[in-house]
């Protein structure tokens, strides 16, 4: 059932958003424990939600386009009353005081929400290994990674604990967890869909998407929460565009540009998928050719100076004076110490020393402000894509999920599973994973779309010729 | 107040003033911008720096900072803000939203009232800290035991004004701080009350030897609460500063702490390493750039400032006493006097009566064509100036008109032979007295001035009588 | 300025960020972050001084909201997740040096 039946159903009163939470629970409390795809389930605040759509849909009112669905949030996602941890001790055992825009709209659309998901802490690493209370488990294979840094979330779908879920992407954080996940996971425009709640990690690269087992599904879940914000300054001034009708109007006539950027280094079997996936758009009607984007192999360096930096700063208010974990010090400067010392994890703490360094005096021009530059060189390099193409086509994930612990040894080695997806994040693009097939090892493997600024309602149609193509 | 501290040497002061806008809510959230009410009960998850919170400008107060920067002749230019990260309990975010390389206003200048002029380096906004109070040990910071923090001020939107190092002495720098008050107050953008602390002053203080163009190294000086204490500091730190180069050492460039009880400054060298602000643009925010009609608009709404006022004033009262139109305009009676000088006022004895004889409040309902008549009673003799005093006194306390207050009284001019007879008469009983005055003291003059006034119960005019006793004496 | 970072820049970054390392934690990270800043000499050795810095993906300007009133939060909800808390503000350890 897509979401929008499932709506349907609960709106007509042919399902009870009970019923249907109820379903989700029990399979999380049968398989969770395998998985830690949550870090939190809501089990009374679901019923009790679930109970009001019902409550709504006797009493005569319309819940909303999400009435009864499911959702998980990624918890970096501000819940009021409801434990939000970020994956860190720092923040284990604390409540926001408010929620998240994006949890206000999902309510107001009748959606009800399961709980909050587990993520690499601060949403830094892109395995899910970095979480402070253990991985979570890729569901096609539990000895392997359901990929980061919102490999709950993506999980949470994969495995079919709930229909919907959202993440957040700063560098292929929603992205590359669905790639490895087998669903689809959407990185909107930056600024499409409002920050306020969420934890920041970069500032000017985090962007929320959802994750979904269809381009339909992930399609209503953007409508839903895309939109201006006033609480978010960054938020572009436009309400959500309609991507959902558009979905059907194939790709006839489009340009796509098979970008060697986002090819080049891909294992030989994810390579294959996407030369597929190219085939199948040519098959549908739109004109494939090769493009580049030459400036996006610089993205990597740019990236892990700018986000850390941004970072180092975002985290610095996790001091122990306000709210959070406080170890006691003799003075302020040594509880700020020892306190940041146990509630933060290595990756947490490595990104803010790469980032103060890189913003550091006599270091700035040299790692910051250059990174800022390249950052304008790949968004012209983007700029000169698309104008001879509409979209552009590539690999989401180097490789398919790979083993946990395989790649914790050497951050660096790590950090190279998002070099197809940073530039858009650089860039402030739209791109979106769609699931094409499996590897040599049998598991998924996503193929991206990427689509110039605000261009989603381009984006998605092609998605969903994709997806149609494999059926 | 205190001179130069030596010739051979001269002070360089610049001052850095952090003025707090009197705008209903904070820079980045709408919690109320207020003083006084009980901690952290004008907080939200933005001003609390909670994870997730993010800011969003507020108009008015970018309107206050170019009204600011209007006010004191800067360029109002297209601006953006910067993190300034460092770690404190006041800081909920442990960083600071401000602006660094590219402030809202640049390039200005003010003058003092005795014409000097004094440039504006810059004058940007961002949000102030909270408060904290130091608990156990008296108070101070290096003997509490704890400290208590409340965030009702954080997020509050403040400008900060910094001078050129244009100053060469304390009393400038008061002066200064009085003309920047006025100004900030003239524009409404401010209660710029610096025992509530919505205006600042931090110092920026070095010395050099006298007609060197160098500068010398600076200390800034912080804790300075009052004018009296920015005065004391000043004198303080440069003399300081004297000693130590006269004694062959160095000034170490650091921050100093005023102490007003020990009449000194200390320095605040902490265990932390100089601050490594690693400034940033504010990735959160977009750049702010008025327009062209916003600027007019700003500028149009400027009121007649100080400066301008105290101009029109020394020129239409002729007066060059600087001190004396200062009180005029301070006390809010420039108008007032101005349209008595209109009038046909004589605008000495007009400023004269506004410096001596009124206050705003009770001047607040005289009209300038009564005080014009009342001046030109005193003008053509009528009235001597003790019995205007007293007319005008009453026309405060209750109205009505000079002529016929002055009759009531029985005040009339003196004729000129009556106390002519009077001081004939002073001259006769005081032999002594009038010695005195023949032989050229001059002090003595008072003595018959008060005996004509005793003997006329105040109807004598103080001038002709000594007018008709220097006759007396020199012939 | 593809040199790897000294261990005394690391001591340096450490208590910038106020973070208390092990000096296990310290020879690692040196290295670690040694191995990132080298592979970011390829974006350091571009001569590219006169392109202009993005900040923002963003073309936006002028977001301001008005100067009206909000609802604040209950002091109580806000103080209930402090870690110390004392006459309705939040209490901290002493404070040795003042605030720049």
Redesign the interface.
Known sequence: MTLAETARAVRAGERSAREIVDEHLALIADRDGALHAFNHVMTDDARAAADEVDRRVAAGDDPGSLAGVGVALKDNMCTRGVPTTCSSRILEH??P??DATILSRLAAAGAVMVGKTNLDEFAMGSSTENSAFGPTCNPHDPTRVPGGSSGGSAAAVAAGFVPAAFGSDTGGSIRQPAALCGVVGVKPT??RVSRYGLVAFAS?LDQIGPFAASVEDAALLFEVVAGHD?LD??S??EPAPSVVDGLGDGVEGLRVGLTKEFVEGADADVVARVEEAARALEKAGAIVSEASVPAA??G???Y??IAPAEA?SNL?RY????????V???????????T??AG?G?EV??R???G??AL?AG?YD??Y?????????I?RDFEAAYADHDLLLGATSPTTAFEIGAKTE???TM?LSDVFTIPSN???HPAISVPYGTGDDGLPVGVQVLAP?LAEPLMFRAAAALERSLS | MTTVVDTDWEMVIGLEVHCELS???KLF????NAFGD????????VC?GLPGSLP???????EYAMRIGEALHCTVE?S?FHRKN??????PKDYQVSQYDMPINARGWLELPDGTRIGITRAHMEED?GK???V?GGGR??D????????NRAGVPLVEIVSDPDIRSAAHAKDYVDELRAILSAIEVSDVKMEEGSLRVDSNVSVRPAGSSEFGTRCEI?NLNSLRSLVHAIEYEARRQIQLLQDGEQVVQE?R?WNEEEGRTHS?R????A????YF?E?D??????SAEWLDRVRASIPVLPAERRAALAAEAGTSSTADVAVVIDRGLDRLVRAAITAGADPERVVTHAVHNLAHETAANLEPEKLASLVKLETDGTLTATQAKKVLAEMLEHGGDPASIAAELGFEAMDQDALMSVVDQLVADNPAEFDRLKSGDQKVMGFFVGQAMKATQGKADGRVVTALLRERASS | ?AEP?SRE??A??????????TED?LER?TG??G???E??A???A?D??D????????P???????????A????E???A????A???????????????
């Open positions: 604390w409540h005081p408010y930056y600024g000017s006033p300054s960054t572009v001034p192999v610089y990597l360096s740019a892990y100076l180092s610095a001091d122990g004076v306000r709210y959070g974990l406080r006691d010090g003799d003075d302020i400067t040594d509880m700020y110490t020892a940041r010392a933060f290595a703490k490595r803010i020393m790469l103060t360094y550091s270091y040299a790692y402000g250059q990174a800022q530059r390249v950052r304008t060189l968004i050497n951050p660096l950090y650089l860039a402030g600024a | 705008t209903q809510t959230c709408g919690c109320r009980e901690p952290n009960t004008n907080v939200c998850p609390l969003v400008v507020n108009e008015r107060a970018v297209p953006i460092y770690f404190y309990p006041d800081m800290t904290t109070s130091h156990g910071i290096h509490a035991g704890y400290a208590l923090v409340d965030y912080k921050t702490h605040m902490s265990k932390e390493e601050f490594d602000y690693r643009p990735p925010l977009v750049p702010v750039e008025p | 300025m970072i820049d690391a340096h970054v450490a208590r910038l960020a106020r973070l208390d390392l934690e990270f670690q972050l191995a990132v800043l592979h970011a390829d974006i350091a571009l590219i001084a392109v202009p810095p993005t900040a923002h993906p963003l936006l300007v002028n977001v301001l909201r008005d100067d009206v009133p909000v604040s939060l209950d002091r909800e806000v103080l997740q402090a870690p110390a004392e006459d309705g503000r939040f209490k901290v350890p002493r404070i040795l040096g003042e605030a720049p």
